[in-house]
């Protein structure tokens, strides 16, 4: 009977052992998103078609942003950024916001290394910088800034394919 749990794994050493043996490559988010300013103390759900509950945001402050990806494939799942991270990441509005507040962003393009997990990495679970347990299975995106080590987190397979283009691939 095959073993089924999930464990804690260390993400970063996960990481840096896959660049050294030349699984990690270089992509950017290119699509664009709609994103609306957060409410103070908004908790953001994200959801991903098929999986169910990915995360779940600590309350918002003031200046934060709910951005929404456009992505079918993954229900257009929604996910908080922090004010500063969303200056950094994204430009707009490129149109007036909707009456709901969205309105429509693009991304800046920053390249961000990348590892997509394999069969042989298993499921596991880590901690994403914001402090939520992230749970990563194969065929999923482990995203990194090379600027910063601790901006490391998931992106599900789905999003990954349908939000990011590959730069560089791995090799």
């Not at 929404?68 to 490129?94: H, I, Q, S």
């Not at 990563?136 to 600027?147: E, K, S």
Request: glycine content about 8%; aromatic content about 8%; charged content about 30%.
């Amino acid at each position: 009977m095959a073993d089924d749990r999930i464990t804690q794994r260390d993400v970063h050493a996960l990481f840096d052992l896959a660049e050294a043996a030349g699984r990690v490559g270089i992509a950017r988010k290119s699509k664009p998103v709609d994103a609306r300013p957060a409410k103070s103390g908004e908790v953001v759900v994200t959801i991903i078609a098929g999986e169910g509950e990915e995360t779940r945001s600590k309350p918002a402050e003031t200046g934060d942003w709910v951005v929404r990806n456009r992505c079918p494939a993954t229900g257009n799942e929604e996910y908080l950024v922090k004010a500063a991270k969303f200056a950094e990441r994204y430009d707009g509005p490129f149109e007036n916001a909707e009456e709901s507040g969205w309105s429509i962003f693009r991304p800046r393009g920053k390249e961000m290394r990348y590892l997509v997990l394999g069969a042989e990495d298993g499921a596991f679970t880590f901690i994403a910088p914001w402090g939520e347990t992230m749970i990563a299975r194969p065929g999923d995106a482990i995203v990194r800034d090379p600027n910063d080590r601790a901006d490391t987190y998931r992106v599900a397979a789905a999003s990954f394919d349908c939000t990011f283009e590959v730069v560089v691939k791995p090799g």
